[in-house]
């Protein structure tokens, strides 16, 4: 009877040891958090700080918290009257090399490229190349690296693909560009960029009966984010709907040419030109308003994003959120769910669709709802870290 009670005692055993080794990603996971040790990461950067590369920051600042060390090079030293409140409180200043790395480098496990044209300059460092061997060289792909950049030259990544160990596009759709290109599928993971959820509170939009609806964006001003199109569309609206109100948080290039077709169009009273924003102001802004405007679109160089965090941060907040059918952005926004797409450079449509949500506010509570848990589902730093610590032990098993 005690021989039979053991047996029945090792086979439970047997069981549950394989269920627990089966499901792969519980054994990861137990891993990270008992065995493995913290990781030495450069990030390798074009600007520092960036105050519309939030999506770079939200990765140090979270793989900090759970433990590793992070330290920065950027090619190219800026100065801003802001920055974000993470750089001081992580102490990031303290932690970046500016523009030269030094001759001899610390014992960094991975070298962590945010875009692919700074794979190539890495690359290219000759007092590095020995160096790079006993490390791990991982390279995002986030937009204009894998379009703009490559025009006239679909060979620039051939010896980055060969050389590297990981490439991290941000979208489904600039993996298959990478596959396209002759980059190794087994080298590709997608690796969305993420957002930190509990800093911006979501809330029921409704429409207010005499107020002012606001409609707002907020992106660097550049061609590929389209906001002429919004601008043009604000045109179409005004006589049905005089209540709105169109806010462009953000500078860049485009900002003259804006200047003067919001002067053309004579919508210097329903138009904005905020400039770049503290993240207090711009949430502050967020919630004062009711739908958010992104009408990307392919530039005539070829420039394209991947998924915008700016489009994330406000269907976090449950913003109606109108977007169009480009590159990534079909992977964040079900569309007639989480939010609407229109085509691209399709003033019409984008105007006939703000339209139809303004005119709708019976569907705004279950957008926003939908949005939300968009966001938190995929987009969530918290377990975007865990999937980016995941890929980067695996890499470094990798001999």
């Known amino acids: 009877m005690v021989y039979k009670r053991i047996l029945i005692l090792l086979s439970l055993l047997v069981c549950t040891l394989n269920f627990a080794i089966a499901d792969e990603d519980l054994l990861q996971e137990y891993c990270l958090k008992n065995q493995l040790r913290p990781l030495h990461i450069l990030f390798v950067v074009g600007h520092f700080p960036s105050p519309s590369q939030t999506f770079v920051l939200n990765i140090m600042t979270g793989l900090i918290d759970a433990g590793h060390n992070v330290s920065i090079f950027s090619t190219h030293k800026d100065t801003y009257s802001f920055m974000h409140p993470n750089i001081e409180k992580y102490k990031l200043l303290d932690h970046v090399m500016y523009e030269k790395l030094p001759l001899y480098l610390p014992n960094y496990d991975i070298v962590f490229c945010q875009f692919g044209y700074l794979g190539n300059k890495i690359l290219k460092m000759k007092n590095l190349r020995k160096w790079l061997r006993q490390r791990k060289l991982v390279v995002c792909f986030r937009g204009s690296d894998i379009s703009a950049h490559m025009q006239g030259d679909h060979e620039m990544y051939a010896r980055l693909f060969r050389k590297a160990d990981l490439f991290l596009p941000v979208c489904d759709y600039f993996k298959n560009k990478l596959i396209t290109l002759g980059c190794n599928p087994k080298k590709i993971a997608v690796h969305y960029s993420a957002i930190d959820c509990s800093q911006f509170f979501f809330e029921i939009r409704k429409k207010p009966e005499e107020e002012t609806i606001h409609l707002i964006s907020v992106c660097r001003l550049v061609k590929k984010k389209g906001i002429d199109y919004a601008v043009k569309a604000i045109a179409q609206l005004i ?161």
Do not use: C
Not at 270 to 294: C, M, N, P
Not at 307 to 333: C, Q, V
Not at 344 to 350: A, C, F, N, R, V
């Open 239 to 399: 006589q049905k709907h005089p209540q709105i109100h169109f806010t462009i948080v953000g500078d860049g290039p485009e900002r003259s040419y804006l200047q003067l077709l919001i002067r053309q169009l004579r919508l210097q009273d329903k138009v904005t030109l905020y400039g770049w924003g503290t993240q207090e102001q711009v949430v502050a802004l967020l919630a004062r308003s009711h739908i958010f405007l992104l009408p990307s679109r392919t530039s005539a160089d070829g420039n394209e994003e991947g998924i915008a965090n700016a489009l994330k941060e406000a269907m976090a907040m449950g913003l109606i959120s109108i977007a169009t059918w480009h590159a990534g952005t079909p992977e964040l926004i079900d569309d007639g769910v989480s939010g609407f797409l229109v085509p691209e450079k399709h003033t019409k449509e984008l105007a006939k669709k703000i339209g139809y949500v303004i005119e709708h506010p019976e569907i705004w509570e279950s957008v926003g709802v939908a949005a939300r848990k968009k966001v938190e589902g995929d987009f969530e730093t918290e377990q975007s870290i865990q999937k980016l610590e995941k890929l980067f032990y695996r890499v470094l098993e990798r001999v």
